[in-house]
Structures are given as C-alpha cells and as structure tokens.
Antibody, heavy 116, light 106 residues
Framework: EVQLVESGGGLVQPGGSLRISCAAS????????MHWVRQAPGKGLVWFAH???????TYADFAKGRFTISRDTAQNTLYLQMNSLRGEDTAVYYC???????????WGQGTRVTVS | DIQLTQSPSSLSAFVGDRVTITCRAS??????LNWYQQKPGKAPTLLIT???SLQGGVPSRFSGSGSGTDFTLTISSLQPEDFAAYYC????????FGQGTKVEVK
C-alpha cells in the first residue's frame, strides 16, 4: 500500500528555517516524480516544488532561492528545506507522488507550518 | 505561467442534483488537466486524470471532459459524501491549480 507520511512541521519565527520530511512506503521514491504542495489557512492548493526521478528540480517563483526539495533514497524519504520563512509561508504542507499524465496520485496527510 | 480559472467559486446544491464545474486555462494544455476532491481537514484525492480518465475507485457519477482550454467536471447525481472542494490542475507546463470550487448543501 502506498503511503506518504509528513513530519517536522511546527511553529517557527520569521526569518527562521525548517526542514520537513515525507516518508514514503509501498513504492520506491526515486522511481517517481515527487512534489510539494501547500495550502494556507482557508485558501486553495498551491504547487511549488518538484523533483524528477533523475533528480531534476523545478520550483514556483515564490519558492526559488528559499526552498529546496531533496530526497534520501536509502531512507526513502523526501525533504523540504525552507529558509528565510515569512508569515505568508504559514500553511499545511503536503507531499505528493507524481503519476499518470503527471497528476498527483497519492498525497500525505500534511504537516502544518506556522510562521509567527 | 499557465493560469486556471474555475467557475463557480462556490455552489449550493441538493442531493441528487447534477453539478457542473468548469475550468478554463489561459493557454492550450491539450488534455493535461486533472481534477481533485478535498474534504475539510483532509488531503486532496485524485479523481480524474487526462481530462476524462476516472481514477480507480472513483464512482462513475463523476466524469470529466474537455481539451485545449475548456474543461468540465460533472457529478451526475450529487451524493452526501460529495460535498467538498474541487480543484482542477494543469500538468502541461509545470503544475498549477485552479482556485477551487466549494460544493455546499442547499
């Protein structure tokens, strides 16, 4: 069974850093494209980072230079390093697996990040 | 960047109603359009890929259509468990979500 479990969210001060994790099971992480999507309180879904199976990364403009997506194949875990955090980064952060037609076919339960 | 505009932003409907949500892309995206359902406090789930292909386990009352710039999600007979937010997403160039449509009980 495919499972994605995020962890590492919490309260961080403006200007601070945080690394959140997404532990994958039921599949091999580096055989798939993986994504990070966030959702601010009461708002919609926003895609912002992707890593391909060959390690290429892409970011939404607001994430470039501050956020870094990476993975540990031995741990089968996806990471998101977030630096220079701002109040507007407050959101639930979801990891998701890329599937057919480049859709996001499996999602984690999300981890909440509060910048205050 | 490709923008997606969903309409309406919200709607109220009765159980049993036919519901249609539209999604318009700012440029042609072939059929690289996906639909998601999100219930409060939960992660999104994938309903439809490639504009019209139903994911496994998704009830057949859900259907999708369209190509190019204009797409539609239809729920043929709304059920109590369908009251949720729905998002379109393009995967033609990078990834973008529409702003969402909230389907509420009338």
């Amino acid at each position: 069974e495919v499972q994605l479990v995020e962890s590492g969210g919490g309260l961080v001060q403006p200007g601070g850093s945080l690394r959140i994790s997404c532990a994958a099971s039921g599949f091999t992480l580096n055989n798939y494209w993986m994504h990070w999507v966030r959702q601010a309180p009461g708002k919609g879904l926003v895609w912002f980072a992707h890593i391909s199976n060959d390690g290429r990364t892409t970011y939404a403009d607001f994430a470039k230079g501050r956020f870094t997506i990476s993975r540990d194949t031995a741990q089968n875990t996806l990471y998101l390093q977030m630096n220079s955090l701002r109040g507007e980064d407050t959101a639930v952060y979801y990891c998701a697996r890329g599937g057919h037609n480049y859709a996001l076919d499996y999602w984690g339960q999300g981890t909440r990040v509060t910048v205050s | 960047d490709i923008q997606l505009t969903q309409s309406p932003s919200s709607l109220s409907a009765f159980v049993g109603d036919r519901v249609t949500i539209t999604c318009r892309a700012s440029q042609r995206i072939s059929n690289y359009l996906n639909w998601y359902q999100q219930k409060p406090g939960k992660a999104p789930t994938l309903l439809i890929t490639g504009a019209s292909s139903l994911q496994g386990g998704v009830p057949s009352r859900f259907s999708g259509s369209g190509s190019g710039t204009d797409f539609t999600l239809t729920i043929s007979s709304l059920q109590p468990e369908d009251f949720a937010a729905y998002y379109c997403q393009q995967s033609y160039i990078s990834w973008t979500f529409g702003q969402g449509t909230k389907v509420e009980v009338k």
